[in-house]
């Protein structure tokens, strides 16, 4: 066991040689460690487990070394406020939390994280597996401005995020982005007969990916869920939302082969109103149930998602309680192989939407990249969907955080809006210059991408970033413009600016901003 002294950290932004790059493509971006915290190194699960025990602490960062950390039935208590659980490398695959097995009925109430009342904990790069109940569970409260960055959840029995009601109402604030939550495993069917959870595992579906309620103010952003199943295609949902939550926002998710994908409110119960939400630019693919759902909802609005590939998918809508036809709830510009169904509902607004039904799916294999495995970018502009939508105040961006420019495409992505710019929380990190990431990855086909920085210094002042070739004839304009201080990526696509795709070899990525220029380089590979 190794113990550091106070750290404030700007060196702690380079602590990762390489970003990470999630399953569905995007670039993570680097969680440095905060600045003043405590920071206790940890590289086995004997020295782990006694920093916890010894070292639980506000302002307190546990730093974990590559390694399987194995709890068994041990839970970890997070009882103090500012506490980071952050895996070094950067890369939440090696850095791994298990406990004591999905299928181990001996622990059905089994936590692998519980948070105590505390005030804005956070994981980074780090998997959390392998729970029997809950991988982390807000178990008394207030908990808030929660964040989970970078975290894999995979094979948790009943769900990797749990929020009840009772502590989580009176504690706004959480984000979960580019986390994985994946399940290679399906319940059984008769997992919890004579246990203690008999009667409450509804046949082996009692699991989702996160089950919150009671909210306010939660951020879900940039996400991977796949195959959150039950034993029968009655799983929850990915992402499942309700009881008095109010003031969400799921956007530029990726769903693939879950039972459902999003539920807000609960089927099962008229007391579970869910308000103020916005469902946007999400790619699904839908499982064996509904790709989104809504059950006595107020003012939630399902604009420019995909919902495309083997299966059809709905969209269900159900309020029988609430009274009256002013719910507020919207449906628009949204792609569906499949429908909008309305179960004993006053119908919402569904304006301009377009459904491909099972006699037209021939169609979603010409207009999209790969709809069967979840890459639902548009890949002609002669598609249906380019420049059909219509303009909605609150999309700004695709999919892929890229600018929505001119008449809106109907889905998730935006044909040919050319970079793909994915604007970072500005706290992630502090610059003492502007920098060019290298290329990731490099040598590549088909694209690449870069990550880079403006200090506050440099905002407001020129700055562009462009592609050359070695002998500095200009092939692409990635980005230009007045800069603006933050940590930002790129993508390029191995295309000119005319949109012709350039020969293999060796170019040059060039950035300019405030009087400073950086370059790296790449290879583009056919």
């Known amino acids: ?307 495309c590939g083997p299966n059809t998918g709905s969209i269900i809508y159900q309020n029988a309680s609430l009274g009256g036809s002013n719910l507020g709830c919207e449906i628009k510009n949204n792609l569906i192989y499949g429908s909008i169904a309305n179960l004993n509902a006053t119908p919402p607004d569904t304006l301009n939407n377009l459904i491909v039904t099972r006699s037209q799916s021939a169609l979603l294999s010409r207009w999209l990249v790969d709809n069967a495995n979840g890459d639902l970018h548009i890949k002609s502009d002669t598609c249906r969907p380019v420049n059909r939508g219509i303009s909605l105040p609150e999309v700004t961006v695709d999919w892929d955080n890229a600018p929505r420019t001119g008449t809106l495409d109907i889905g998730a992505d935006e044909f040919g809006n050319g970079s793909l710019i994915q604007s970072f929380d500005p706290r992630l990190t502090n610059l003492d210059d502007v920098y060019l990431s290298p290329a990731q990855p490099n040598p590549f086909n088909p694209h690449t991408l870069v990550q880079y920085g403006i200090t506050n210094a440099g905002s407001g002042k020129p700055f562009e970033c462009a592609v050359f070739s070695t002998s500095g004839k200009l092939i692409r304009m990635l980005k230009r413009g007045a800069a603006i201080a933050g940590n930002y990526a790129l993508q390029w696509d191995a295309k000119d600016d005319n949109g012709v795709q350039v020969a293999s070899g060796a170019y040059v990525i060039k950035l300019v901003a405030g009087g400073k220029s950086v370059t790296t380089n790449v290879v583009f590979m056919k």
């Open 1 to 307: 066991m190794k113990t550091l002294i106070c750290i404030s950290i700007l060196l702690a932004a380079s602590l990762y040689s390489e970003a990470y790059v999630t399953y569905d493509g995007k670039q993570v971006p680097p969680f440095p460690i905060p600045a003043g915290s405590t920071v206790y190194r940890c590289s086995t699960f004997v020295s782990f487990y006694l920093n916890l025990r010894n070292h639980m602490q506000p302002n307190t960062v546990f730093l974990l070394a590559d390694a399987t950390y194995d709890f068994g039935t041990i839970s970890i208590n997070i009882t103090a406020d500012n506490v980071a659980l952050i895996g070094e490398s950067g890369d939440p695959s090696k850095v791994i939390l298990v406990s004591n097995g999905f299928e181990n009925n001996n622990s059905v109430d089994q936590e692998s994280i519980k948070l105590s009342g505390v005030h804005r904990p956070v994981f980074a790069n780090i998997t959390i597996s392998e729970c029997r109940c809950n991988a982390v569970k807000y178990s008394s409260g207030p908990n808030s401005d929660v964040l989970f960055h970078n975290v894999r959840f995979i094979n948790n029995g009943e769900r990797s995020i749990k929020g009840p009601r009772t502590v989580v109402e009176l504690a706004p604030g959480c984000t979960i982005r580019y986390c994985h939550f994946e399940n290679t495993k399906i319940p059984s069917s008769d997992r919890c007969t004579g246990q203690l959870c008999d009667g409450e595992d509804d046949g082996g579906n009692y699991i989702a990916g996160m089950d919150i309620m009671g909210y306010d103010q939660i951020a879900i952003h940039d996400n991977v869920f796949l195959n959150i199943k039950g034993a029968s295609g009655g799983g929850r949902a990915g992402v499942f939302l309700w009881t008095g939550g109010k003031n969400s926002w799921t956007m530029r998710n990726t769903f693939i082969g879950c039972d459902r994908s999003i539920a807000h409110g609960n089927y099962s119960s008229s007391s579970t109103s869910d308000s103020n939400a916005y469902i946007m630019n999400n790619f699904i693919v839908p499982g064996a149930g509904n790709a989104i759902e809504l059950y006595w909802t107020r003012n939630v609005r399902i604009f420019n998602n995909t919902l």
